[in-house]
């Protein structure tokens, strides 16, 4: 089995919210400062990201089910980026 697939059964895809609307708006940034925070979300938890100089496994869009995007204007974020270390594990049996 596939990293892609055993991610894809731990984790909900995060490209789409729950109704099915995109989690992450396909523009530039609009903010000003440009990209004043970064977060993503999983299993229905929103987790803090952060810009990056790599992709983590997780985050890596090839490989990964997440998306990161602009705490302001909602925009995708389009460079690595990789989930805030010390983030809680995003599982209710967690919380």
Not at 47 to 61: D, E, G, I, K, W
Request: aromatic share 10%; glycine share 6%; net charge negative.
């Amino acid at each position: 089995m596939s990293i892609r697939a055993n991610f894809a059964k731990l984790f909900k895809r995060t490209a789409e919210t729950p109704d099915g609307d995109p989690f992450a708006l396909e523009h530039p940034c609009q903010c000003s400062p440009e990209w004043p925070g970064l977060e993503t979300t999983a299993n229905g938890h929103m987790l803090p990201a952060q810009p990056s100089s790599h992709y983590s496994v997780l985050t890596n869009p090839e490989v990964g089910p997440f998306v990161a995007r602009c705490i302001g204007c909602q925009a995708r974020y389009p460079h690595p980026w990789v989930i805030q270390q010390g983030a809680p594990m995003p599982f209710d049996w967690d919380r």
